[in-house]
């Protein structure tokens, strides 16, 4: 079983609202990521950080921002949310070195922005 | 070139079955092809993944059958059964050790008892 924990489960927000998702893994592991799951499935990485204080942009743009201060912490923050930003967040971790890079992936936050 | 197509969108087999989903890419560059298993209300987990040095991986009754000149991965589930039923992502690895994934859109699986 992974240990890595998102907060909240569900959230539902006003447009405009200011909203930071949790994200926290008990692994030690170096390398964090968040994916955001649309509706239809797919899974896009929008950030991803190889240790404290190293972050970046992912394949899919995203109005997000991230911060990485401590190696088990990786919150995602909406400085202003709106209905686009309506979807599922995944938060993963993954062990450094040349391993197979096995994602361990938190249980989800599911967003609505009203 | 940096995407995995992924077939079919959703499938429908009985129980004892045999469930393929098929994955196509273009990147050469990719090395490593996991597929990930997601169940409703969790994030997906690391069911079975392959490099492209061997053309054919088994774990249980999942098989991973790899063809390099084709560019073409496929996911077998032998003896589907009722708590098979999940959705199913293939992925490739971008950049070989950022563990960068591309997705493919998945697979809504549903196994009939």
């Known amino acids: 079983e992974a240990d890595i924990y998102q907060t909240p489960r569900y959230l539902v927000i006003g447009t405009g609202k200011k909203i930071t998702l949790e994200c926290s893994q008990t692994m030690g592991h170096d390398k964090m990521y968040w994916y955001q799951q649309d509706p239809g499935m797919e899974l896009h990485l929008i950030h991803y950080s190889y240790g404290v204080n190293s972050t970046e942009k992912g394949d899919l743009s995203s109005e997000s921002t991230v911060s990485r201060i401590r190696t088990e912490h990786f919150p995602l923050t909406l400085e202003s949310a709106r209905p686009s930003h309506t979807s599922q967040y995944l938060c993963?971790?993954?062990?450094?070195?040349?391993?197979?890079?096995?994602?361990?992936f938190g249980e989800g936050s599911r967003l609505t922005v009203l | 070139q940096q995407q995995v197509k992924q077939s079919p969108q959703s499938l429908i087999v009985q129980k004892g079955g045999i469930s393929i989903i098929n994955c196509a890419y273009e990147n050469t560059a990719f090395d490593y092809f996991p597929w990930y298993q997601q169940f409703p209300g969790k994030g997906p987990a690391l069911l079975i993944a392959i490099r492209p040095d061997v053309s054919e991986k088994k774990e249980g009754r999942f098989t991973i059958s790899f063809n390099k000149s084709a560019k073409q991965f496929s996911l077998h589930i032998m003896d589907s059964q009722p708590g098979d039923s999940a959705t199913y992502f293939c992925a490739a690895s971008r950049q070989p050790g950022t563990y960068k994934y591309i997705f493919g859109t998945g697979t809504r699986l549903k196994v009939l008892a």
């Open positions: 993963a971790s993954s062990e450094s070195g040349q391993g197979d890079g096995e994602l361990f």
